[in-house]
C-alpha cells in the first residue's frame, strides 16, 4: 500500500515535471541564437532619440500618456452624454 501511495506521488511529480517543461520550451527556444534568447523583460529597449534629446524620464512619458487617455476618455464621456441628452430631447419632442 505504501509503495502505490509512493508511485503515485511519483507518477505525479512526472507529470508536474513533464508540464513545467513543457512550458519552458514554449517560452524559449533551445535552439535559438544568443541574439534571438533576448525576449520579454531581457529584451533590449528600443531608444528612437538620443538621450541628450528625449529628457523626460520614463515615469514622466507613462504619466503624460496616461493624460493623454483620461482626456480621450473625458471627451468620450461627454459626447456619449450630449447625444443622450439630444435623443431625449427628440423623444420629448416627437411625443
Do not use: C
Not at 524559449?28 to 533590449?44: C, H, L, S, T, V
Not at 507613462?62 to 431625449?88: G, M, P, S, W, Y
Amino acid at each position: 500500500m505504501a509503495t502505490a501511495i509512493l508511485e503515485e506521488r511519483w507518477l505525479i511529480s512526472t507529470r508536474e515535471i513533464a508540464r513545467l517543461s513543457e512550458s519552458f520550451l514554449r517560452q524559449m527556444d533551445p535552439y535559438a541564437k544568443p541574439n534571438e534568447k533576448k525576449i520579454g523583460a531581457n529584451r533590449p529597449k528600443i531608444s528612437h532619440l538620443p538621450s541628450d534629446l528625449e529628457t523626460r524620464t520614463r515615469q514622466q512619458r507613462q504619466a503624460e500618456k496616461q493624460a493623454v487617455a483620461a482626456e480621450r476618455r473625458a471627451i468620450k464621456k461627454a459626447a456619449r452624454r450630449n447625444l443622450k441628452r439630444e435623443l431625449l430631447d427628440a423623444l420629448e419632442e416627437s411625443e
